[in-house]
């Protein structure tokens, strides 16, 4: 059975971040160039910002959705993929990104806690679907009918992440978590890896620099995330 690090490991879970989808060319939220760099997060990803002025915030996620369609995955997710695929044991693979790279890179199982650019969802009947296409308050429901109730089916600040029970679970029955392309600044997903101390895991950190949460990892791979999960997922098959 694998081993990591001198330790028997025989379920991981992977948390990824918008670090990994950098070198696909989306941007993330906090670096430089970042998507709050440019806009006020409070007047485009929170309820309130939605009720105040739903054409600018359906604006922003129909510009961000139909971008999916000019990027690719890169090598780090495609080797995410290979580990669900190849390793003996179990990897539950939890994203913040709200982009569908994982799924294009070839992971079978993905978690998304913040939601998907790709879903929408009916505020009236709670009807959820997937589209490609813009939408706005003029789209009908594809389950109710109704127009103007149509929602990007993201969690914004200020709502609850999707799966949080199945997430703590995996956390708690872990032997190795690692936490790649993410700033450690947005809970609840900053504390997983606090979840997998608790449970005695081993903790790995992949970031081209350091994060909000890096002193808590036991392991840190600094570097792009192209590199370094190719270099760790060769490490964790190769036993
Ligand atoms: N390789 C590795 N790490 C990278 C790379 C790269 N090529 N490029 C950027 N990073 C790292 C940065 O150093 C930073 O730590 O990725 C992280 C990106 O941080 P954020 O932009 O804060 O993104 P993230 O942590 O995913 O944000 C969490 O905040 O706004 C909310 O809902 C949004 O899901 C998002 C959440």
């Known amino acids: 059975m694998p081993y990591f690090n001198g330790r028997f490991i025989e379920r991981i879970v992977v948390l990824t971040g918008a670090g990994i989808s950098a070198e696909s060319g989306v941007p993330t939220f906090r670096d430089a160039d970042g998507l709050w760099e440019k806009h006020d997060p409070m007047t485009i990803a929170t309820p309130e910002a939605f009720q105040r002025d739903p054409a600018l915030v359906y604006r922003f996620y129909n510009a961000r959705r139909s971008k999916l369609a000019e990027v690719s995955p890169n090598s780090a997710h495609e080797s995410l993929a290979r580990l669900q695929r190849e390793f003996a044991g179990d990897v539950f693979l939890v994203t913040q990104n709200v982009d569908d790279l994982h799924e294009r890179g070839g992971s079978g199982q993905v978690c998304h806690m913040h939601g998907e650019l790709l879903a929408l969802l009916c505020t009236k009947c709670g009807h959820g679907d997937y589209t490609h296409e813009d939408f706005d308050a003029s ?101």
């Open 139 to 239: 789209s009908r429901c594809p389950g109710c009918g109704s127009t103007g109730t149509l929602r990007p089916d993201i969690v914004w600040f200020g709502e609850f992440p999707y799966h949080m029970d199945e997430i703590e679970a995996r956390l708690g029955g872990c032997e190795l978590f690692i936490a790649i392309g993410t700033s450690g600044q947005v809970y609840p997903a900053a504390g997983f890896v606090r979840l997998a101390l608790a449970r005695g895991a081993t903790t790995v950190e992949i970031n081209r620099e350091l994060s909000d949460v890096t002193g808590l990892f036991h392991h840190q791979r600094r570097g792009l995330a192209t590199v370094e999960v190719a270099a760790l997922v060769e490490e964790l098959l190769a036993y």
